[in-house]
């Protein structure tokens, strides 16, 4: 529950009361409006070489990847593990688009590809683009991937008729997520504690490109964040893997807090995922995390909850 | 229940506040018979150079006494809304008539101004807000916001001269704004070098926190800081406001610097800063009195 949620005359009395002093403070967002008291991480999976690329469906079920072994993985109501498709050329960044197929970054095939999910199984993929490497991707309501080619050090746009463009160029991008409602794109900086804000024109290019999100903290003694896969919620907060831990970011681009990794290996992604979506799941090397917070996402495909 | 303490939990500190501030608004904050009014006129900014996309609202106000000859002093004021509003925490229209007319500072144009949000380009979509981005970040990107593009922008579009002298420039803000004015004149001692901060977020915002530490081991640079705080100010996520505001003023005390601190008891709004600007003023602009 956010603030602005709660309504009785006691409250908006504390808002007027706040919202008086002109001094335009922006709601903060600290640790305590995600994390649930009681809640740690629970294991998911584990027995993996290296997890990655967390994503949902309508339903909340989430799939992952692990990239050596070139499988995808869903995690069933149930909380079984079932492996769904197999050799995925080192298949990475994940996320469902808006025609209900799975898509896929190939780290080994250099392509972008989907599945369609058919019941239990799975199609054979098909190709949107090639790229000289791919990462991970973010495909927005109306069919357009954003995929990250840290080789090149550039991020492409492949639109929904294949047509390809490189749309930002010149910092080493990793993780990659769209704001919900889609006026901005948020792309990880392997190399600096922040992360980058662009505008998502009405052509798909990207315009205003800041250092938007930051600083990141880093671990005493490393000198880069290791900033990987992101997450959003509904209350627009982000969340970006990093070496510290989960760190949570306010709409503002201001530091929330820094949640705890499940083990001290490396972290690379996190999705929004199960029952109403109130479960954050995290892929950390041979094992797969989940822990129920506070918020909960909402991705543009699933049924409207409210 | 869970609404029951959450209402709980709120109002607690808000009942604290209420009851720890008292601060009033004195004679030098209100309309006085026979007192020049200057003039305010608002306008809108978009930003192509330091923070591109970027719009953002503006007021300046233009006292009576200025002449169109001589350059005026200039005082920039961030989340200048709250300043500029003659019914809000400091009405600096009302208070610059009065002082400016009873000869206690210069001659002064303000320059209020809010901070920046990038529009979307598509319906439906949230618009990035650069308000903390462009107050709490440290740094001279937003000093050079000011002087490269936004006052350059005014004196042409307003018709209005602004002092090249530093001694007769100064910067303020509220909260983030509070800092975002210590900065731009820590960044650029050549163009501010007077300083009014309100509840200022000294803390770790985006790394703020770190002046106290910067001030004892940079050689002094020549400003003038009036730091208004409060003991009933926030202690969040960030930081304790009351005591990084205290280590801001023992650092800049430290360092001999020309610095006065006001703790008073209020909470995070601009009631104190806003009773106590008519001598604010007075302080920050005292050569001008005493030239007289």
């Known amino acids: 529950m956010t603030m602005s949620n709660v309504r009785t005359p006691a409250t908006a009395f504390f808002a007027a009361a706040v919202c008086s002093c002109a001094a335009a403070v922006a709601q903060d967002m600290p640790l305590t409006q995600v994390l649930l008291p009681g809640e740690g991480w629970e294991l998911v999976s584990e027995g993996h070489r290296f997890t990655e690329g967390p994503a949902v469906d309508a339903e909340g079920r989430v799939y992952f990847v692990d990239v050596p072994a070139s499988t995808i993985h869903r995690v069933e109501a149930d909380g079984k593990v079932t492996t769904v498709v197999s050799g995925t050329e080192r298949t990475s960044g994940l996320m469902f688009g808006p025609d209900g197929r799975l898509y896929g970054c190939q780290n080994g095939g250099k392509k972008v590809v989907s599945w369609a999910v058919e019941g239990d199984g799975f199609g054979p993929p098909k190709v949107h683009a090639e790229l000289p490497s791919c990462n991970d991707l973010a495909v927005l309501s109306d069919g357009s991937i954003y995929v990250t080619d840290p080789k090149e050090q550039q991020v492409w746009l492949v639109r929904p008729n294949g047509e390809k463009a490189v749309v930002a160029r010149g910092f080493e991008p990793n993780g990659v997520v769209a704001w919900r409602g889609e006026g901005t794109l948020v792309v990880t900086d392997s190399n600096a504690p922040h992360l980058w804000a662009f505008r998502i024109e009405q052509d798909g290019t990207l315009k205003y490109g800041e250092k938007y999100y930051g600083p990141l903290f880093l671990p005493s003694g490393k000198t880069v964040p290791g900033s990987d896969g992101m997450a959003v919620d509904a209350d627009h907060r982000l969340y970006v893997a990093t070496h510290a831990g989960l760190q949570m970011f306010d709409p503002t681009g201001r530091l929330g807090g820094v949640i705890a990794k499940p083990q001290p290996t490396f972290l690379s992604n996190v999705v929004f995922g199960g029952p109403e979506f109130r479960y954050l799941y995290v892929t950390c090397a041979d094992k797969v995390y989940r822990r129920k917070v506070k918020p909960h996402g909402r991705p543009y495909f699933a049924k409207p909850a409210d | ?292």
């Open chain 2, 1 to 292: 229940m869970k609404l029951a303490a959450h209402v709980a939990v709120l109002l607690l500190p808000a009942t604290l506040v209420a009851a720890a501030e008292d601060y009033k608004l004195g004679p030098d904050s209100k309309r006085q018979e026979r007192v020049p009014r200057g003039a305010v006129t608002q306008g809108r900014y978009e930003s192509d150079d330091v923070y591109p996309g970027t719009v953002r609202d503006y007021w300046v106000y233009v006292p009576k006494q200025y002449d169109g000859k001589s350059p005026a002093a200039v005082m920039v004021f961030q989340d200048g809304r709250g300043y500029v509003n003659e019914k809000g925490h400091s009405r600096v229209p009302i208070v610059f008539d009065n002082l400016i007319h009873a000869g206690d500072m210069p001659v002064t144009i303000g320059v209020f101004v809010q901070p920046g949000s990038i529009p979307p380009s598509k319906p439906g979509a949230r618009a990035r807000r650069t308000r903390s981005f462009e107050y709490d970040a440290l740094g001279d990107r937003y000093a050079r916001f000011l002087i490269d593009e936004l006052l350059p922008f005014v004196e042409k579009e307003h018709e209005v001269t602004f002092s090249t002298d530093p001694e007769r420039r100064a910067v303020a803000g509220i909260s983030s704004g509070g800092i975002c004015a210590f900065t731009v004149a820590w960044e650029r001692p050549d163009s501010f070098r007077r300083v009014l901060s309100y509840v200022g977020s000294f803390t770790n915002i985006r790394g703020g926190y770190d002046y106290a530490a910067r001030i004892r081991k940079t050689e002094k640079k020549p400003l003038r800081v009036f730091l208004q705080e409060g003991s009933n100010d926030l202690d969040n996520l960030h930081g304790s406001w009351p005591l990084s505001n205290r280590q801001m003023a023992k650092s800049l005390e430290f360092m001999e610097y020309d610095v006065r601190f006001v703790l008073g008891d209020g909470g995070h709004n601009g009631r104190h800063g806003g009773a106590i600007l008519p001598d604010a003023l007075r302080w920050l602009w005292r050569d001008h009195a005493k030239a007289r």
